[in-house]
């Protein structure tokens, strides 16, 4: 299988689902806007937004990119009246992509229960809508995927996070888009992962980058590292990074993005999720949902997640393959695991065995195969404050 | 299990009890606590200060001598670059705090 369907949308790009995305702009509308979805959850429509009442050029960005994110049909902009979110802005950027588009203002429509009863009238229309699109035909070279790891532990690098690499590789051989990220957990691979640089110019771009990650982290005094890592078997940051790095797999890296940022053709690249400058809103991703949200903003369709301690989540707009490290944690939790990573432990399959399963998941999911946290009806989502300078020259493919 | 044949820990591919032996660079050592799956023990004796190898590279450096077969974690390894926060820490600020 080489090929599945999308849904072609203006810009060229093909979603591999038909989500329909409820946004609130503001904590203020959160609840209305949660009301709106949940009747329709199990019937493509997802719950996104944005807490803050202070503008943030970051958010303006994520939301406009994830609102025409090619898995998105359709979206319902939910806005309480006085924040500052520049939803006008938004709807039109929406519109001119062809969507249907529309914004509730809770204060004009008349309160919490008009607005939900409007709100779920035009999602329960804009569905059926939705429901009759066509799809066209998906080179496997038109698919981003996107890679990230949560609940790591010391199996986390041996089993899960190589056969990622394995399945990433295949993807890039075929033409694929890989994102990977995280650079707070890369702090100490930084010389190994530089020689891989596609171009000069770009080994000390992936040096300093690190770099940055680990000045951010120094100044907030914790790395990323959790508790439940040390519990699993990691020791240190340095420990965890080579990890976490093999997921990357062995192609050459075509280039460094940021949040929002969709690379310009296939290959591998490396998402720095650090902000730039002064250390200004906190830590730069409070957990992995803020990450996979960033994922998704680069375009990418699906997330593949490796866990070993067993992270559950999964995300709105784009589905979630979990690759489970551990082969006590694949049996403990099992519902919320998709691929038996940690057999490799125990000498029921090989590394190359389970890349193989990765890979031909990603086209099943790509195809419309749900994935367990898709079934079990997880889509998390989050976003916070931050800010970014655009992108040096070095940086991508010319 | 090593991962790499410069590295001085190598790693459990399984859960063991306290009280079992476990043959590490030719000697046999008894588990004093039970580890779970992936915890390191060291292969052989690792003077403090020395840089701790794994997947082939420095994943930090001892804190104290290290003799082989011994359980290598946060309490005799340190990073190189963070701090390892741990809930005990978190316990620390609690009892100073009440």
């Given at each position: 299988m080489d090929m599945t369907e999308g849904y072609l949308r203006s810009d060229g790009r093909k979603g591999i689902r038909n989500t329909l995305v409820v946004a609130y702009l503001v904590e203020c509308a959160h609840h209305v806007a949660r009301e709106v979805a949940w009747p329709f959850r199990e019937q493509g429509a997802h719950l996104i937004g944005f807490p803050g009442c202070f503008p943030n050029a970051y958010a303006d960005r994520m939301l406009h990119q994830l609102c025409t994110h090619?898995?998105?049909g359709g979206v319902l902009l939910l806005s309480?009246?006085?924040?500052?979110?520049?939803r006008r802005e938004l709807e039109a950027r929406v519109r001119a992509s062809g969507r249907p588009v529309a914004t509730l203002v809770i204060q004009e429509a008349g309160g919490t229960r008009r607005s939900i009863a409007e709100g779920r009238n035009w999602v329960e229309r804009t569905l059926r809508e939705l429901a009759a699109q066509p799809r066209s035909a998906l080179p496997v070279r038109e698919l981003v995927v996107g890679t990230i790891c949560g609940?790591?532990?010391?199996t986390s690098g041996i089993t899960a996070n190589p056969a990622m690499g394995r399945a990433f590789d295949q993807l890039v051989a075929q033409g694929a888009t890989a994102i990977f990220e995280e650079t707070g957990e890369l702090i100490g691979c930084e010389a190994i992962m530089a020689e891989?640089?596609?171009r000069p110019a770009l080994r000390e771009e992936l040096v300093a980058c690190v770099a940055k990650a680990a000045r951010h982290y120094a100044t907030l005094g914790h790395?990323?590292?959790?508790p439940g890592n040390a519990d699993g078997g990691l020791t240190t940051i340095e420990e965890k990074s080579m990890g976490a790095y093999s997921?990357?797999?062995?192609s050459p890296i075509a280039g460094i993005i940021k949040p929002g940022d969709v690379p310009p053709r296939g290959g591998l690249y490396l998402l720095d999720v650090v902000p730039d400058?002064?250390?200004?809103?906190?830590?730069?991703?409070?957990?992995d949902n803020a990450e996979i949200a960033e994922l998704i903003a680069c375009g990418s369709h699906l997330i593949l997640f490796s866990t070993g301690r067993g992270s559950v989540v999964g995300s709105a707009i784009a589905p979630v393959i979990k690759v489970c490290a551990n082969p006590e944690t694949s049996r403990r939790l099992s519902d919320d695991m998709?691929?038996?990573?940690?057999?490799v432990l125990e000498g029921r399959g090989t590394l190359e065995e389970v890349g193989a399963e990765v890979f031909e998941r990603v086209l099943r999911v790509a195809a419309g195969e749900r994935t367990a946290s898709e079934i079990l009806g997880h889509q998390e989502f989050i976003m916070t404050y931050k800010s970014f300078t655009p992108l040096g020259p070095a940086c991508l493919p010319s | 299990m090593q991962l790499h044949p410069q590295d001085n820990v190598v790693v459990l591919t399984r859960t063991v009890a306290a009280g079992e032996r476990v043959c590490v660079g030719g000697v046999t050592v008894m588990i004093e606590r039970a580890l779970a799956l992936g915890h390191k023990l060291a292969a052989c004796d690792i003077p403090a200060g020395a840089p701790i190898l794994k997947y082939g590279v420095s994943i930090g450096s001892a804190a104290v001598p290290i003799p082989a077969g011994a359980h290598v974690h946060t309490h005799n390894l340190r990073s190189n670059y963070l701090p390892t926060y741990l809930h005990a820490t978190q316990q620390r600020y609690f009892e100073e705090h009440p």
């Open positions: 090619p898995n998105v309480l009246g006085c924040e500052s979110f520049n609940g790591s532990d010391a891989r640089a596609a790395g990323s590292f959790a997921k990357s797999g062995q400058g002064e250390v200004r809103f906190g830590f730069a991703n409070i957990s998709d691929i038996d990573a940690g057999r | -």
